[in-house]
């Protein structure tokens, strides 16, 4: 009997958790011998009596063949656990790998660079166009935008990776077999048939709040980094910032209006020591050596035709920059802008008549102004 087939056996045996795993493995226990097993061998590694009765049962060989058999019998989801060579290396050598992984889609992505992207589940139309705006400029460079498919900044994400034919993974926090949200099914299927979804969770495990941290660390894990896009200060976003900290991956972040609350959990990141990200470039020079081969200068040219054209968003001066963000909240007159930017009043005229010039804005009747 493979191995493999007992880790897997375990790992779906209800009671039993990843940490009691692990140290069966670095105790040298996984072999064939666990076939064998009572359960008073069972309950000498520390578990319940029920808990042993279903081991007994689930790791016997007529039992674990009828498991390879029923795998093999739905070819739409593969099985993989850290035994595989397709097990994918990033997440292997994260700090908490989990055991075994169930996959939908093109597992090929996994020997793709990627970037995780993550965020509030109610945006801000800030927050949604920085979205979609920094994962189309990921995906075009050949980066695989790793999310959770959640709602909000995850699932927007998710669309823009594959609207640009970009590659993307979901990773869920339930069994393959229940979507959550509910309202994501039609992303689900593209997303399997187009990107790749998986999880560490066996077919039949529902949402609950506890598991959802634990899916943040393996979107990390896969990751060069991790590009947190609107988060508050409470997100469950800056969880998936704190395990790419522990995995000695790199955290980005996407500053915001200060004053919004959608901003604060981005803004902490930066005075953390957070990169501060405006645009898809300012994380593709940090991997340019990961790039593949053909696209890694394409960033590059892209700035050129910037430098070019002062009037790109990402050359702005970084007041007319920060003004602009307010302005992309909606129309605000100027006495609201005011009190937004706490400028003086000779300061925001000029700031405004410099993106006005630079066809950034524009002043519709009543001094009210707006993004183009």
């Given at each position: 009997?493979?191995?493999?087939?007992?880790?897997?056996?375990?790992?779906?045996?209800?009671?039993?958790g990843?940490?009691?795993?692990?140290?069966?493995?670095?105790?040298g226990?996984l072999?064939?011998?666990m076939?064998?097993?009572?359960n008073?061998e069972?309950?000498a590694?520390?578990?319940?009596?029920?808990?042993?009765?279903?081991?007994?049962?689930?790791?016997?060989?007529t039992a674990l063949?009828?498991?390879?058999?029923?795998?093999?019998?739905?070819p739409?989801?593969?099985?993989?656990?850290?035994?595989?060579?397709?097990?994918?290396a990033?997440?292997?050598?994260s700090?908490?790998p989990p055991?075994?992984?169930y996959?939908?889609?093109?597992?090929?992505l996994?020997?793709?660079p990627?970037?995780a992207?993550?965020g509030?589940?109610?945006p801000?139309?800030?927050?949604k166009?920085?979205?979609?705006?920094l994962?189309?400029?990921?995906?075009?460079?050949?980066?695989?935008?790793?999310?959770g498919?959640?709602r909000g900044?995850?699932?927007?994400?998710?669309?823009?990776?594959l609207?640009?034919g970009?590659?993307?993974?979901?990773v869920m926090?339930?069994?393959m077999?229940?979507?959550y949200?509910?309202?994501n099914?039609s992303?689900?299927?593209?997303m399997?048939?187009?990107?790749?979804?998986?999880?560490?969770?066996p077919?039949?495990?529902?949402?609950?709040?506890g598991?959802?941290?634990?899916?943040?660390?393996?979107i990390?894990?896969?990751?060069l980094?991790?590009?947190?896009?609107?988060?508050d200060?409470r997100?469950g976003?800056?969880?998936t910032?704190d395990a790419a900290?522990?995995?000695?991956?790199?955290?980005?972040?996407?500053?915001?209006?200060?004053?919004?609350?959608?901003?604060?959990?981005?803004?902490?990141?930066?005075?953390q020591?957070?990169?501060?990200?405006?645009?898809?470039?300012?994380?593709?020079?940090?991997?340019?050596?990961?790039?593949?081969?053909?696209l890694?200068?394409?960033y590059?040219?892209?700035?050129?035709?910037?430098?070019?054209?002062?009037?790109?968003e990402?050359?702005?001066?970084t007041d007319?920059?920060?003004?602009?963000?307010i302005?992309?909240?909606?129309?605000f007159?100027?006495d609201?802008?005011?009190q937004?930017?706490?400028?003086?009043?000779?300061?925001l005229?000029s700031?405004?008549?410099s993106?006005?010039?630079?066809?950034?804005i524009?002043?519709?009747?009543g001094?009210?102004?707006k993004?183009?």
């Amino acid at each position: 009997m493979d191995i493999r087939w007992l880790l897997i056996a375990l790992h779906e045996t209800k009671g039993v958790g990843r940490k009691s795993i692990s140290r069966m493995i670095s105790d040298g226990l996984l072999t064939e011998e666990m076939m064998e097993w009572g359960n008073r061998e069972w309950e000498a590694q520390g578990f319940q009596v029920e808990i042993s009765k279903r081991l007994v049962q689930n790791l016997s060989e007529t039992a674990l063949l009828m498991k390879q058999k029923e795998k093999e019998c739905d070819p739409a989801v593969q099985t993989l656990t850290l035994l595989d060579q397709d097990y994918p290396a990033m997440l292997k050598e994260s700090p908490d790998p989990p055991h075994v992984l169930y996959a939908r889609g093109n597992i090929g992505l996994f020997s793709s660079p990627a970037i995780a992207m993550v965020g509030t589940r109610v945006p801000t139309a800030y927050g949604k166009k920085m979205g979609e705006m920094l994962a189309r400029g990921l995906c075009e460079e050949g980066l695989t935008v790793i999310s959770g498919l959640a709602r909000g900044i995850d699932s927007i994400c998710h669309e823009a990776a594959l609207l640009c034919g970009g590659g993307t993974i979901a990773v869920m926090a339930t069994g393959m077999d229940i979507v959550y949200p509910p309202e994501n099914r039609s992303l689900f299927i593209r997303m399997a048939k187009d990107g790749l979804v998986i999880t560490e969770y066996p077919p039949g495990t529902k949402p609950h709040p506890g598991l959802f941290p634990q899916r943040n660390r393996i979107i990390a894990g896969l990751s060069l980094g991790t590009l947190v896009v609107e988060a508050d200060e409470r997100s469950g976003s800056l969880i998936t910032a704190d395990a790419a900290l522990d995995a000695g991956r790199d955290v980005f972040a996407v500053p915001g209006q200060v004053t919004s609350p959608k901003s604060r959990g981005a803004l902490h990141l930066i005075r953390q020591g957070a990169k501060m990200v405006c645009e898809a470039a300012d994380i593709l020079e940090e991997y340019d050596s990961w790039l593949p081969k053909g696209l890694k200068n394409t960033y590059n040219r892209e700035r050129q035709v910037q430098e070019a054209s002062p009037c790109k968003e990402g050359h702005l001066t970084t007041d007319e920059l920060r003004l602009y963000h307010i302005l992309e909240q909606g129309p605000f007159t100027l006495d609201e802008l005011l009190q937004h930017s706490r400028w003086d009043f000779g300061h925001l005229h000029s700031v405004l008549l410099s993106l006005i010039i630079k066809k950034q804005i524009t002043q519709l009747p009543g001094a009210i102004y707006k993004t183009i």
